[in-house]
């Protein structure tokens, strides 16, 4: 029989306790009233997942969903219950890989040990919490609805229910840090020996009261006085290095621009979007990659839990619907496989589209060979950026836009 093509899965949970101050990914903060009181996902945004996991498997059945992965938002609001119906769902309607990797995205004080030893039960294999910073300072100026004690409590209660599989994630170049103050946060959380650690820099996104407070017209004079600037960018720059120095001390690689991780613990689902791996997105304002094929679900949640209620065909609620050229395909190819540190390989590009990779790249490449940015490996097989591409990547990276 013919090998069955792998699948990954995104689903999206957008409600959140608080929304932060960071924040512009697709999520709210629970509405106050009887049916959120409780401060879990509502019950007919359960239901209406619980739908379109039925309805999209029916196009999947030759595919082996090899990675889940529960987003947002704060999916560690779903009740254990919730969870429950819901995995059960998806080993009913897809064909799910025995060995595949379930990762849930979590907020420190949403959790306890009862929940997380359900979810455990319930098929989660691996938790991703967001500690951000171990200085209570920055994380009160983040919004954040906990503290650092909190996130300890927490990581100790996963270890506990099971959880032998743990990501934490980091923000650097905050308000008010210093390179002391993330050097303290890397060695706190790397000595609670998580197998996994994302460390990333902070990002002014418009519409979020960081841009009204530090965005490219932001007014100072509006910005409260307990917000501090941001890092200088020598600082930031300083943060990024230590940030690898730190890491590699206590025995993580770096597999990835912002992620690091023990042997054997890179975190499979998103070394999928990195490959371009199809993936299918559940949920509101989820994303799919069926490759040539991209869109993404509505961002209306009355239009999401109408047709929901209502078995609705939830095609009609896709938006940004885009079929890839050859050209763009092969750009995300490059933009994507080239944070890897081991980078892409130039056979399986031959193989994905039909043409030598110096046919269409020999310039751009011969330029960044000769910037020192980018090296092939020993075996000539793979091209990977080099450790100071890496540190411009954005700049590398432009190189492989292509005209047509």
Not at 143 to 149: C, K, L, Q, V, Y
Not at 241 to 250: C, K, M, N, P, S
Not at 259 to 284: E, F, M, P, Q, V
Not at 366 to 393: H, I
């Amino acid at each position: 029989m013919t090998p069955k093509k792998d699948l990954e899965l995104y689903l999206h949970i957008p409600f959140c306790r608080q929304k932060c101050r960071y924040c512009d990914f697709l999520s709210a903060p629970l509405a106050a009233d009887s049916s959120t009181a409780d401060g879990y996902v509502p019950e007919a945004y359960v239901d209406a997942l619980l739908s379109q996991i039925v309805q999209e498997s029916q196009f999947y059945q030759e595919r082996r969903v090899t990675t889940i992965f529960w987003g947002g938002g704060t999916p560690s609001l779903l009740r254990v219950m919730d969870m429950e119906r819901l995995m059960d769902a998806i080993r009913a309607h897809f064909c799910v890989a025995d060995d595949a990797e379930i990762t849930l995205e979590s907020n420190p004080g949403t959790l306890d040990f009862e929940k997380l030893a359900g979810y455990r039960r319930a098929g989660i294999n691996r938790l991703s919490m967001g500690l951000q910073s171990a200085c209570d300072k920055e994380l009160a100026m983040l919004g954040r609805i906990h503290n650092f004690d909190t996130f300890v409590q927490n990581y100790k209660q996963a270890r506990r229910a099971g959880f032998e599989n743990i990501n934490v994630d980091l923000m650097s170049a905050l308000p008010g840090q210093t390179v002391e103050s993330w050097e303290q946060t890397l060695m706190k959380a790397a000595e609670l020996a998580p197998e996994h650690l994302s460390a990333y820099s902070l990002i002014i996104e418009e519409g979020t009261p960081f841009w009204s407070w530090y965005g490219e017209d932001a007014n100072q004079t509006l910005r409260p006085k307990e917000m501090l600037p941001l890092p200088s960018e020598e600082d930031e720059r300083r943060m990024y290095a230590r940030t690898r120095e730190i890491l590699e001390q206590y025995g993580y690689h770096r597999y990835e621009i912002s992620n690091y991780a023990k042997d054997g613990y890179a975190c499979r689902h998103n070394i999928g979007y990195w490959n371009r791996t199809d993936y299918l997105g559940i949920g509101l304002g989820a994303s799919s990659l069926i490759d040539p094929m991209r869109w993404k679900m509505t961002s209306d949640l009355s239009d999401y839990l109408e047709c929901g209620k209502n078995q609705g065909d939830f095609a009609n609620l896709r938006e940004e619907v885009q079929t890839l050229r050859v050209s763009e395909r092969m750009e995300e190819f490059m933009f994507l496989g080239l944070r890897l540190t081991k980078g892409i390989e130039l056979q399986t590009f031959e193989h994905q589209f039909g043409k030598s990779f110096w046919d269409v790249y020999q310039d751009a490449a011969d330029k960044l060979f000769s910037e020192q940015l980018l090296c092939l490996d020993e075996s000539k097989k793979n091209l990977r950026l080099t450790d100071y591409g890496v540190d411009v990547s954005n700049y590398a990276l432009a190189e492989f836009l292509l005209d047509y």
